[in-house]
């Protein structure tokens, strides 16, 4: 039921971070992946992964964001593959500052890095879908989508909320035609996004973020590496437009949870 042999993906941003360990989990299940970043030694490296597993893989360097090298994308990949079975939504990047001082044009172009550019990366993947009668689309999303995160990302969390909304409208426009459309929504992940330097120059950040995670630990890249399988595979056929979190139960509890990780210190228990 997990097995993606003879399909294939496209993931964004699968230089490093989540959009590279989707990458290579879709590999390991047998799909062939088509690898997109504007790091070209990244894909490359990511690439090589990927053959040394016996799979095809196809890096293409450039910005994702760039409606042009999109266009090209899916002239190379019908060129080379002739389907799209999965589509992969990772890459993005957002410009935080306070709510009060963003420049305009900065909340424009983090709605188009965040939202418009996968927005028209999944017209592309779905047109190709819909024609074939199937595919799997996964867009990851933030906890930031549905509660506030705070420290001057105001802009970051109105781009998530609508990637989330975009997922329930694909998918329901889309799924009666055999393409699912979900969204995985993480919590802070190392590996992703500079969080790890952000945290070395502020410890407290640190511990802010860590009381808030029950399970006792951040996210590595790799966690998403099961998720992705799943959803790409027909073990998920009946699965589509959902909103599935990705946090370690940060959404799951209550504000003044974040007293837990003090109390489990206090009574000598230790964070996996």
């Known amino acids: 039921m997990f097995d993606l042999t003879n399909r294939v993906a496209v993931v964004t941003g699968s230089a490093q971070g989540m959009g590279r360990a989707m990458a290579l989990a879709l590999a390991e299940a ?7 970043d504007r790091n070209a030694a990244g894909i490359e490296e990511t690439a090589q992964a990927i053959a040394a597993m016996g799979r ?11 409606f042009a090298h999109i266009d090209g994308v899916f002239a190379t990949v019908d060129r080379e593959f002739g389907r799209v079975d999965i589509l992969g939504n990772v890459a993005g990047e957002a410009k935080p500052g306070p709510a009060e001082d963003m420049a305009i044009t900065d909340v424009q172009r983090n709605f188009h890095n965040l939202v418009i550019s996968r927005y028209y990366t999944c017209q592309h993947a779905g047109r190709r879908m819909l024609a074939q009668g199937r595919g799997s689309i996964m867009s990851i999303g933030s906890i930031s989508g549905v509660t506030s995160l705070g420290r001057e990302q105001s802009v970051y969390g109105m781009c998530m909320a609508a990637v989330i909304h975009m997922t329930r409208e694909l998918s329901t426009e889309w799924s009666p035609r055999g393409v699912r459309v979900n969204c995985i929504l993480p919590a802070q992940v190392l590996g992703a996004n500079g969080l790890g330097p952000r945290m070395e120059a502020d410890p407290f950040l640190r511990d802010t973020f860590l009381h808030g995670i029950p399970a006792g630990r951040f996210g590595q890249p790799d966690d998403i590496k099961g998720l992705s399988v799943l959803l790409a595979s027909d073990a998920a056929s009946w699965i589509t437009g959902a909103i599935i979190p990705m946090d370690g139960g940060n959404l799951a509890m209550n504000g003044g949870g974040g007293l837990l990780a003090p109390l489990m ?8």
């Open 30 to 36: 047998g799909a062939s992946v088509v690898l997109l």
């Open 265 to 272: 210190e206090k009574y000598g228990a230790t964070p996996r």
């Open 56 to 66: 095809k893989a196809l890096p293409i360097a450039g910005d994702v964001t760039d």
